[in-house]
């Protein structure tokens, strides 16, 4: 996806916290989406985040800074379930631009 | 369920045939988005209806092209097909863009 950094694949071990990094070009900047995606499966929003700081939900948080033109999301407690992509996207002219997203391998 | 519905969930068929997919979006969603993802790329967008007028067009080839009909459902129709564009497509519906999408469980086009 074009303007949006993220690594291409991370390992982690079960039960471990993970943190997966998103960078993006801030110009017409409308808030920052990251989404959940199981192999041959439809992504599933995890969360939207419009303002600076961090947003809790469960195990998972992700945070936005509008300056540094950066997020990332944390997923603690891992499971053998959360083995998917996550991907970082945001609104742009009346859609949503993904970024290639981040394979995450958790490891029992 | 998430309420966008995609048919054909599978679909193989031969170099330079054509085929259509059918997406219904989410009840009370007037936005249906296209997107297609092969392999190793992302989610790259491919085109937008609203109301049933086109609203933004991504990289979307000449060989394709969709509509969205009164009821609000659309089609993709991909024509004059080549192994390259065996991929998952889905499809996805919202109000606004930044209310995030629905998407459907997509097609799997594979051409052979």
């Known amino acids: 996806g074009q303007n949006i950094d993220q690594p291409t694949e991370m390992t982690a071990t079960e039960g471990a916290i993970v943190q997966i990094n998103c960078t993006y070009q801030?110009?017409?900047?409308?808030?920052l989406f990251w989404y959940q995606q199981h192999a041959g499966e439809a992504p599933t929003f995890l969360s939207y985040?419009?303002?600076?700081g961090l947003e809790e939900k469960g195990r998972f948080s992700s945070f936005l800074s509008r300056s540094k033109g950066y997020s990332y999301l944390l997923l603690k407690e891992l499971q053998m379930k959360d083995s998917a992509s996550y991907l970082c996207?945001?609104?742009?002219?009346?859609?949503?631009?993904f970024g290639k997203g981040t394979r995450l391998h958790i490891l029992p | 369920d998430s309420g966008v519905t995609q048919t054909p969930k599978h679909l193989i068929t031969a170099t330079g045939q054509r085929v259509t997919l059918r997406c219904s979006p989410r009840?009370?969603?007037?936005?249906v988005y296209w997107y297609q993802q092969s392999l190793d790329q992302g989610l790259q967008f491919l085109i937008q209806?609203?109301?049933?007028?086109?609203?933004a067009k991504g990289n979307i080839l000449e060989r394709f092209s969709a509509q969205q009909f009164p009821d609000l459902h659309s089609e993709l129709n991909l024509s004059s097909l080549e192994l390259g564009d065996s991929a998952l497509y889905f499809c996805?519906?919202?109000?606004?863009?930044?209310?995030?999408?629905?998407f459907g469980s997509g097609t799997r086009l594979t051409v052979v």
């Open positions: 996805a519906s919202s109000v606004e863009a930044e209310d995030g999408y629905t």
């Open positions: 209806y609203y109301n049933g007028e086109e609203r």
């Open positions: 985040n419009v303002l600076d």
């Open positions: 801030t110009s017409g900047f409308n808030g």
């Open positions: 996207a945001h609104p742009r002219d009346d859609k949503i631009i």
């Open positions: 009840s009370g969603d007037l936005s």
